[in-house]
């Protein structure tokens, strides 16, 4: 049976610490509703009620374009070993950009990852378990390193290419204003 807490356990936290993937999804009023799984080590609890996560480069920025609209962003993390588990986060969340003075607060907190290019940072309303029974068992093979190498390869100049092409709007035709506040 599902449970609910106002803030985060040291139980919960330690799950979470556990997990190497876990899953964001966002959107707006009218937009497509987008799930994106997340790993490489980029998700830190920073109090009860509040973790962020670094964004990566990647094909999309949804959820960017999503929470400039509307704040609403719920992280799903669920046991894929052990004893069964799903543990949601529903919050409200704010993009943190490059240029943004709390940038520079939080980005020492991660592993500096090739193709940073955001943070999001979440305030938890409403923390939600689950029994997770019918999520199968999977084996952690490893972290892909492909990401980082295809940022690495990239560079500065072509990653800010890759977002002015890729990055700045939506599938739906919202702005996620990568290209102004990355600089």
Not at 65 to 89: K, N, S
Request: hydrophobic fraction near 40%.
């Amino acid at each position: 049976m599902a449970q609910r807490f106002n803030e985060l356990s040291e139980r919960h936290v330690k799950f979470i610490a556990g997990q190497n993937i876990f899953f964001v999804g966002t959107a707006t009023a009218d937009s497509r509703v987008n799930v994106s799984p997340k790993g490489m080590d980029s998700l830190r609890v920073l109090g009860s009620t509040r973790v962020a996560w670094l964004s990566v480069t990647g094909s999309g920025n949804e959820s960017s374009a999503h929470i400039q609209q509307a704040p609403r962003m719920t992280l799903m993390f669920c046991a894929f070993d052990g004893p069964p588990l799903i543990l949601r986060l529903y919050g409200t969340a704010k993009v943190i950009h490059k240029c943004d003075p709390e940038w520079n607060e939080l980005f020492p907190l991660f592993k500096p990852l090739p193709g940073a290019r955001q943070i999001f940072d979440v305030t938890v309303d409403l923390v939600q378990t689950s029994c997770g029974m019918g999520v199968p068992y999977f084996s952690h093979a490893g972290d892909r390193e492909l990401l980082s190498d295809w940022a690495i390869k990239k560079g500065d100049e072509g990653l800010q290419r890759y977002w002015e092409e890729k990055n700045k709007m939506s599938i739906d035709g919202i702005p996620t204003h990568i290209v102004a506040k990355s600089s």
